[in-house]
């Protein structure tokens, strides 16, 4: 940012006082020669400043607008796509910065509100998307086309290819022995209540496409008021279309297992919903024994 005459010229005359050889130039009056250089000199360099912010100014808009390819860049292009199912959405790719852009933007149309990125070894880039405010929702068949042809148009680099997905929600499954203080008449609807605000939170788009993890889900469960202890038998994780037969166990109790983690395929949790294996049936309550 460029300094002012003012400033610039303050400068000047501090150095040239720390100039023995300039000692000689003290006169007081304002209109004395090198006072008058001095200010044509802060001038000169003033409007010298202000030309480089002009220009920085302009660059660096023209960098914000470059397609870089970095993953946080490409994420902020996705959250770009505009999808109306009655307004048909013309995009075009931009031949000053390579970017796509709308001959209409209309934030109202930006559906997509959460967004992963997954980078594979074969040079192939994987994005987990979803849709919806407070609750994730996967897109509509018609919704990943439209936005897999904006991606297709101008978003990949070369060598790379670029593919979007979308999916119902990962269930996530706890199992085990809890115990209460009796006078906690609602402890169920308080754990459950628990796991669904952890859930929320994984969903949010700062942790989309992360993991549950069981040190973090044992202490959301041990943290609910009124529980006294929690023994663990069983953390799973499953997507959508996978049985609860066939769910990824990464905590076992009765077989040893223990991965820690287990990362959503779809980006994004909710309990376990099949019939007979929900929060309310899979952990055993009891109340705490003086």
């Avoid at 304002?30 to 000169?44: E, M, N």
């Avoid at 505009?82 to 075009?92: G, I, K, S």
């Avoid at 499953?238 to 223990?258: C, D, E, I, P, Q």
Wanted: glycine fraction near 6%.
């Amino acid at each position: 940012m460029a300094r002012s005459i003012s400033q610039i010229y303050a400068q000047i005359i501090e150095e040239k006082n720390n100039q023995t050889v300039l000692a000689q130039l003290n006169s007081p009056i304002s209109v004395s020669i090198y006072i008058l250089w001095a200010r044509i000199t802060a001038t000169c360099i003033w409007m010298h400043e202000k030309m480089f912010d002009f220009f920085t100014t302009e660059i660096d808009g023209k960098i914000a607008k470059a397609g870089v390819g970095s993953p946080n860049w490409l994420i902020a292009q996705v959250f770009n796509f505009q999808y109306n199912a009655d307004v048909l959405q013309v995009f075009y790719l931009s031949t000053d910065n390579f970017t796509v852009l709308y001959e209409s933007e209309n934030k109202d149309y930006k559906i997509i509100t959460r967004c992963a990125l997954v980078e594979r070894a074969t040079k192939l880039v994987e994005l987990k998307t979803a849709k919806g405010l407070t609750v994730p929702e996967k897109l509509t068949s018609q919704e990943l086309a439209a936005l897999q042809s904006y991606l297709d148009l101008g978003m990949h680099f070369a060598g790379t290819k670029i593919i979007a997905y979308s999916y119902d929600p990962d269930r996530l499954f706890v199992a085990g022995l809890l115990k209460y203080d009796g006078q906690f008449i609602n402890i169920k609807a308080s754990v459950k209540l628990a796991l669904q605000n952890y859930c929320a939170t994984l969903s949010q788009q700062q942790n989309f496409g992360g993991k549950a993890t069981y040190t973090d889900i044992i202490a959301v469960i041990k943290n609910t008021e009124g529980v006294i202890d929690f023994n663990c038998t069983e953390m799973a994780g499953r997507s959508s279309s996978t049985a609860f037969a066939s769910r990824t166990k990464f905590y076992n109790l009765a077989t040893g297992v223990n991965n820690f983690n287990y990362p959503a395929f779809s980006g994004y949790f909710i309990l376990e919903d099949t019939v007979g294996q929900t929060i309310e049936s899979s952990i055993t309550y009891e109340p705490n024994e003086l």
